[in-house]
Nanobody
């Protein structure tokens, strides 16, 4: 399985970015696709998740109402639309995929894409 994240960059507070994750190497039936982020000097934290089959979504409280996760099953892509970005959203963002809710134990991770939000 390969996960390729892209779309990070530098944006001013209040701006928007869309992250993309290209997934390949297997079918993802029954898998959950997650976005996880890690700010400098901090632990990784959950951002958002979507079930591959039904598209059910989950969000961390810190991003609810501002971020939206989506998947394109035909293209094997997962997206994270990030609006009204805040300096606190600055982090490396990783896509990861696995079965079950314990994303920390997932085997498959992308390389990360850096999001920097200036004030």
């Amino acid at each position: 399985v390969q996960l390729q994240a892209s779309g990070g960059g530098l944006v001013q507070a209040g701006g928007s970015l869309r992250l993309s994750c290209a997934a390949s190497g297997r079918t993802f039936t029954n898998y959950i696709m997650n976005w996880v982020r890690q700010a400098s000097g901090k632990e990784r934290e959950f951002v958002a998740a979507i079930t591959w089959n039904l598209g059910t979504t989950y969000y961390a409280d810190a991003v609810k109402g501002r971020f939206a996760i989506a998947r394109d099953k035909a293209k094997n892509m997962v997206y994270l639309q990030m609006d009204n970005l805040k300096p606190g959203d600055t982090a490396n963002y990783y896509c990861t995929v696995g079965v079950g809710s314990n994303w920390r134990g997932y085997r498959y991770w992308g390389q990360g894409t850096l999001v920097t939000v200036s004030s």
